[in-house]
């Protein structure tokens, strides 16, 4: 299949057109978006939702959160990443669907994976999920990024359709490390220079330092759009495209930063070889069994993990 989306191989970065949709479907009643959050996610590039779940199902995701950080040593050893320079700092887990039977209800669950096959109007699959936790003093950043310019690059994913879901298990205020994402930045993919290392997943998980936008384009983007931090109380749920520019400061503060980050991929938009890396990264970093989800609807409440 052609490149629509070279990266990694030209000397200089570019700003290269767009050609996919953002909201793949029409509005139309019973969405289960209204059109005005549609219109927001289409121009923005991202879309906060609140209070889809009720006290008794945030108790049981946080719980759930507790019991998977606390026995490391019971998860799938490759799947625990720590902080760089604290390798006692749990930095996410990945594949964390395939591991928590709690998790694995969330991420089908009608109310999240409705909203994905809604704007991707198609079935869709996990391409990833983890827990990223970042824990109070000591928890890093993670730098600006495109998820869409590392999934087509290292995992062969040819469109933007997908979305990503961050749903808040802590809260998430101005000052604990947030995620920060640049409005309309999905409208254009921004190429980035540096060929990928041999396994560069091992190091890019702890800090990527391919991939990432040069400050330049970066700075071009963030004067022209502005930067926004959606903050929230558990359970808020942040939708965005792909290829929003996103990223997060580092918490210096005492109170740690904890969200279940969801990928949804439609089913049509199946992985191909990658296209800016000689081998594929693992399947717990980008899944290669396209798998759709059965959605389930219900309370998260009392699920077994």
């Given at each position: 299949m052609q490149d629509m989306y070279p990266t990694r191989h030209a000397a200089e970065p570019e700003f290269l057109p767009r050609l996919d949709p953002v909201a793949y479907n029409a509005w139309a009643p019973g969405a289960p978006l209204s059109s005005e959050q549609t219109a927001r996610f289409e121009r923005d590039g991202f879309l906060v939702v609140e209070d889809l779940?009720?006290?008794?199902?945030?108790?049981?995701?946080?719980?759930?959160?507790?019991?998977?950080?606390?026995?490391p040593a019971a998860l799938q050893p490759e799947t625990v990443i720590t902080e760089p320079g604290d390798e006692r700092e749990i930095r996410s887990i990945f594949a964390v669907h395939e591991q928590s039977r709690l998790i694995a209800r969330l991420a089908a669950d009608e109310r999240l994976a409705g909203m994905a096959a809604y704007l991707l109007d198609d079935d869709v699959y996990i391409h990833q999920s983890r827990l990223n936790y970042k824990p109070g003093f000591k928890g890093k950043e993670f730098y600006w990024h495109s998820d869409f310019e590392t999934w087509h690059?290292?995992?062969?994913?040819?469109?933007?359709?997908?979305?990503?879901?961050?749903?808040?298990?802590?809260?998430?205020?101005?000052?604990?490390?947030p995620l920060m994402l640049i409005p309309g930045s999905h409208r254009s993919f921004?190429?980035?220079?540096?060929?990928?290392?041999?396994?560069h997943y091992r190091q890019s998980l702890k800090k990527q330092e391919y991939g990432v936008p040069d400050d330049l384009s970066l700075a071009e983007l963030a004067y022209k759009n502005g930067i926004v931090s959606p903050t929230g109380k558990p359970g808020t749920v942040v939708l965005f495209?792909?290829?929003?520019?996103?990223?997060?400061?580092?918490?210096?503060?005492?109170?740690?930063?904890?969200?279940a980050f969801l990928v949804y991929n439609a089913v049509c938009n199946r992985p191909l070889a990658p296209y800016a890396a000689r081998e594929l990264r693992p399947a717990f970093v980008g899944a290669r069994d396209v798998i759709p989800l059965r959605r389930v609807a219900g309370s998260l409440a009392g699920e077994n993990a």
């Open positions: 779940f009720d006290a008794a199902e945030l108790e049981a995701l946080q719980a759930e959160l507790g019991r998977l950080l606390a026995d690059a290292e995992d062969g994913m040819p469109r933007m359709r997908a979305v990503s879901m961050s749903i808040l298990l802590a809260e998430n205020t101005a000052n604990n490390g921004l190429s980035c220079v540096g060929e990928t290392p041999e396994d495209d792909c290829n929003t520019m996103h990223g997060s400061n580092g918490n210096i503060t005492p109170f740690p930063r904890a969200n």
